[in-house]
């Protein structure tokens, strides 16, 4: 039997509550499906960080690298800066094992009430680039307090990392049979996204079976809401394909439902799937955080990892349970628990 080896890393508040509910779903899977798959679990977290200083160990990513996926809940504490959390550990990660893929798929279900009228049916990849971009270490401050005070922040674009990032997006693209739109803002910035651009034209020449098209940021996010099942697969940098992702996430209607995957094509490292949502410490201990985001980035994690009809049926599980069953999350309107959505789950699957 298959085997497949797992860093689960919890983190702080409610992603300690959901990760449970995600293997649950991933040893029923297995045990439908013929693989098996063992966990170890790691304690990085902010309240590792607060007690130790540190929100890994110093060798915390080659202790990673044996894995052949990693599933984190999420980190946040309060009294621990958010900077801490993200440059501590997920950006460590993402970049050291060049997940340099952030795929967000949003779609509205059937049975959950988003905010907005003319979005059911929508179904949206985001293929965010995720290792490079506007989230650079490159810059500094000067005159710090001063009336000259002043910042400098450097976007970094590479010719490699803007054709793999297109490349794989026109890969989903191909796979779902539509069409790529091209997140951009040459209009503003000046030399990077000009760069952009002729990258992504020239990548999308090489596919004529792809309809492409390439729309200035402020403008797309825009007609993302106001005609959501307009658009398949998205193709973004760093920065705007976080933001659209959250945008779209919220158009979809709940952020308790969103997965994130961090993706190394090339398997020279474990990729990492994730929750979109964060470890909400308004509601962490209660017990009613909803499991489905975890638990459709777990099903992220099974494609990768070849099962893609456990996958598929994962997703499907999901799908019927919001539109069929009462059972669900006060963040969806109900009133049940976690284990409960779990549960309920569980028997559909
Ligand atoms: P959040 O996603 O934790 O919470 C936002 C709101 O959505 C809260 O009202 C929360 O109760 C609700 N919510 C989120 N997930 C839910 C779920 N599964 N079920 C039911 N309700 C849910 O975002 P927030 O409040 O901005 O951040 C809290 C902490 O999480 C911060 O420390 C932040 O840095 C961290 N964070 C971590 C992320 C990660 O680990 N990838 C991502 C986003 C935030
Ligand atoms: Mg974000």
Redesign the pocket.
């Known amino acids: 039997m298959t085997t497949h080896r797992i860093a689960l890393i919890p983190?702080d508040?409610?992603?300690t509550e959901?990760l449970p509910p995600a293997c649950a779903v991933l040893d029923a899977m297995g045990k439908r499906h013929g693989f098996r798959l063992e966990y170890q679990q790691f304690d990085w977290s902010?309240e590792r960080y607060a007690a130790t200083g540190s929100m890994m160990p110093a060798d915390g990513l080659s202790q990673l690298a044996q894995f052949d996926s990693i599933l984190?809940g999420?980190?946040?504490?309060p009294g621990?800066a958010?900077d801490v959390?993200?440059w501590g550990l997920?950006i460590p990660i993402r970049r050291g094992f060049d997940q340099y893929i952030n795929l967000r798929p949003i779609r509205v279900f059937e049975g959950v009430p988003g905010p907005l009228r003319e979005a059911e049916g929508t179904d949206i990849v985001i293929v965010r680039e995720n290792v490079e971009g506007e989230y650079s270490e490159i810059g500094g401050r000067m005159g710090r307090g001063t009336p000259e005070e002043m910042a400098i922040q450097q976007s970094v674009f590479t010719r490699r990392g803007i054709t793999r990032v297109v490349d794989y997006a026109l890969d989903v693209a191909e796979e779902r049979g539509k069409n790529l739109c091209s997140a951009t803002k040459s209009n503003g910035i000046i030399h990077t996204m000009p760069f952009w651009d002729e990258v992504v034209a020239q990548r999308c020449e090489e596919r004529p079976a792809i309809t492409w098209g390439s729309e200035h940021i402020d403008a797309l996010a825009a007609k993302l809401v106001l005609n959501p099942r307009r658009y398949d697969v998205i193709v973004a940098s760093n920065l705007f394909g976080d933001i659209l992702s959250d945008l779209a996430a919220g158009v979809a209607g709940s952020?308790?439902i969103a997965p994130a995957g961090n993706i190394n094509p090339e398997r020279e490292h474990p990729s990492m799937f994730?929750?979109?949502?964060?470890?909400?410490?308004?509601?962490a201990g209660e017990g009613?955080?909803?499991?489905l985001?975890a638990i459709w980035a777990a099903a992220m994690m099974l494609e990768h990892l070849g099962h893609d009809e456990a996958a598929d049926q994962v997703v499907e599980g999901i799908g019927r349970l919001l539109a069929t069953s009462p059972v669900r999350?006060?963040?969806l309107g109900g009133s049940a628990s976690t284990q409960e959505v779990t549960r309920a789950l569980l028997e559909i699957l």
């Open positions: 983190g508040g409610i992603g959901v902010c984190l999420a980190v946040g504490y621990v958010d959390s993200l997920l952020i308790g994730e929750p979109v949502h964060g470890s909400a410490p308004d509601i009613i955080a909803n499991p985001g999350t006060p963040d």
